[in-house]
T-cell receptor
Framework: GDSVTQMEGPVTLSEEAFLTINCTYTATGYPSLFWYVQYPGEGLQLLLKATKADDKGSNKGFEATYRKETTSFHLEKGSVQVSDSAVYFCALRISSGSARQLTFGSGTQLTVLP | DAGITQSPRYKITETGRQVTLMCHQTWSHSYMFWYRQDLGHGLRLIYYSAAADITDKGEVPDGYVVSRSKTENFPLTLESATRSQTSVYFC????????????FGPGTRLLVL
């Protein structure tokens, strides 16, 4: 079945450090890929998405490129801030059939220290 | 309030009791979803609904019941709560025309003793 594998956390960085959170996927068909973010005490919010190979999603300084050849969608940010502390979830969605569900990875906790 | 709301935000119950978690959205989104979030598992889909009176099972439906008599409401019922159902439950919704993006509620933290 479809699945998403994320690097395990927690990840702790100093402010202004470079961030990479790895995400790889297994899917039949051609999925859309997403990064969702969950701030403390809140529900998930869509951070960025890419719907086809080589697409780059970007938002709030975060970027991720859909790499079909390596089945990856790694999240990057050049300079993290304390306010980026959150749990980040990689997800995929297969756009076929009647069950258009999101499949989530297990999440990566990021803590940014001042 | 506009958006998607869940109630209660926190609930403590005992094994064997029936519990209903409420979800309400003001956007008239067609799709609604229930997920549970457990450490190490991320979010797992319990049930979803494509429209009023249309529901379907997700990955982990056992022990849960849903209904959707109105587009804006999607309650989740634990008929006889078990300790393994201790979790954080999230409701989400999405538009028919933009199913790529789901909007999540703030979650309900449930403890079953």
């Amino acid at each position: 079945g479809d699945s998403v594998t994320q690097m395990e956390g927690p990840v702790t960085l100093s402010e202004e450090a470079f961030l990479t959170i790895n995400c790889t996927y297994t899917a039949t068909g051609y999925p859309s890929l997403f990064w969702y973010v969950q701030y403390p005490g809140e529900g998930l919010q869509l951070l960025l998405k890419a719907t086809k190979a080589d697409d780059k999603g970007s938002n709030k300084g975060f970027e991720a490129t859909y790499r079909k050849e390596t089945t990856s969608f790694h999240l990057e940010k050049g300079s993290v801030q304390v306010s980026d502390s959150a749990v980040y979830f990689c997800a995929l969605r297969i756009s076929s059939g009647s069950a258009r569900q999101l499949t989530f990875g297990s999440g990566t906790q990021l803590t940014v220290l001042p | 309030d506009a958006g998607i709301t869940q109630s209660p935000r926190y609930k403590i119950t005992e094994t064997g009791r029936q519990v209903t978690l409420m979800c309400h959205q003001t956007w008239s989104h067609s799709y609604m979803f229930w997920y549970r979030q457990d450490l190490g598992h991320g979010l797992r889909l319990i049930y979803y609904s494509a429209a009023a009176d249309i529901t379907d099972k997700g990955e982990v439906p056992d022990g849960y019941v849903v209904s959707r008599s109105k587009t804006e409401n999607f309650p989740l019922t634990l008929e006889s709560a078990t300790r393994s159902q201790t979790s954080v439950y999230f409701c989400a919704s999405s538009e028919w025309t933009n199913q790529e993006t789901q909007y999540f509620g703030p979650g309900t933290r449930l403890l079953v003793l």
